[in-house]
């Protein structure tokens, strides 16, 4: 079975530009997570979707960041303008419904360089 | 709040011997506790959790943890260390409205030869 798929695995770009990250989750699982990963802070949960509906949205560090699910098996987490402080990788992971909070699944993430 | 806290930031530890990584939590109820690891530019994978009933438990990779809750721990032990095990360590808890985890910040392992 295919597990969370993350694109692009890494990214350089200019202070400025936007960045796009994308996200396939596992079919049939109704929850998808942002984190963000930084030396200085670990892992953060900036946002998560059930059902295609963002629920907690509180980790979003400001309004340069955005996050959308369109539909079950696709989602984008969107910097703009991206500045050198969101450097970082960034995981999306999924879960199936049912027990309260189970095992979350993680993509191999996406290294985000912004210079 | 819900939070963990991982007391070490890197451990160093010698082929063969044993490991226990520390993981100190603060949960309102009964936790669910989990301990994932992550391997060089890869994601996070699930070594074990806790749920409820046998305090002590097994995952993969020869991997145990014990729940204490008199010490409000979760502590992850192996008694024979490999160079593979190599890695980043999370302890994690869910967050107030058990939908999402929180992770702590994390412990390197370090094997020596």
């Known amino acids: 079975d295919a597990g969370v798929i993350q694109s692009p695995r890494h990214e350089v770009t200019e202070m400025g530009q936007e960045v796009t990250l994308r996200c396939k989750p596992i079919?049939?699982?109704?929850?998808l997570f942002w984190y963000r990963q930084t030396m200085m802070r670990g892992l953060e949960l900036l946002i998560y979707?059930?059902?295609?509906?963002?629920?907690?949205d509180s980790g979003m560090p400001e309004d340069r960041f955005s996050a959308k699910m369109p539909n079950a098996s696709f989602s984008t987490l969107k910097i703009q303008p991206s500045e050198p402080r969101d450097s970082a990788v960034y995981f999306c992971?999924?879960?199936?419904?049912?027990?309260?909070?189970?095992?979350?699944?993680f993509g191999e993430g996406s290294r985000l360089t912004v210079l | 709040a819900q939070s963990v806290t991982q007391p070490d930031i890197h451990i160093t530890v010698s082929e063969g011997a044993s490991l226990e990584l520390r993981c100190n939590y603060s949960?309102?109820?009964?936790?669910?506790l989990f301990w994932y690891v992550q391997s060089p530019g890869q994601g996070l994978q699930l070594l074990l959790k806790?749920?409820?009933?046998?305090?002590l438990v097994q995952g993969i990779k020869g991997f145990e943890a014990e729940f204490k809750r008199s010490q409000s721990s979760f502590n992850l032990r192996k008694p024979s260390v490999h160079w593979s095990d190599a890695a980043e360590y999370f302890c994690?808890?869910?967050?107030?409205?058990?939908?999402?985890?929180?992770f702590g910040k994390g412990t390197t392992l370090s094997v020596s030869s």
């Open positions: 992971a999924s879960r199936p419904s049912g027990r309260a909070t189970g095992e979350l699944f």
């Open positions: 079919s049939g699982h109704d929850y």
């Open positions: 979707f059930n059902n295609n509906v963002p629920i907690d």
């Open positions: 949960y309102g109820a009964t936790p669910y």
């Open positions: 806790y749920f409820s009933g046998d305090t």
């Open positions: 994690a808890v869910p967050n107030q409205a058990g939908t999402a985890l929180i």
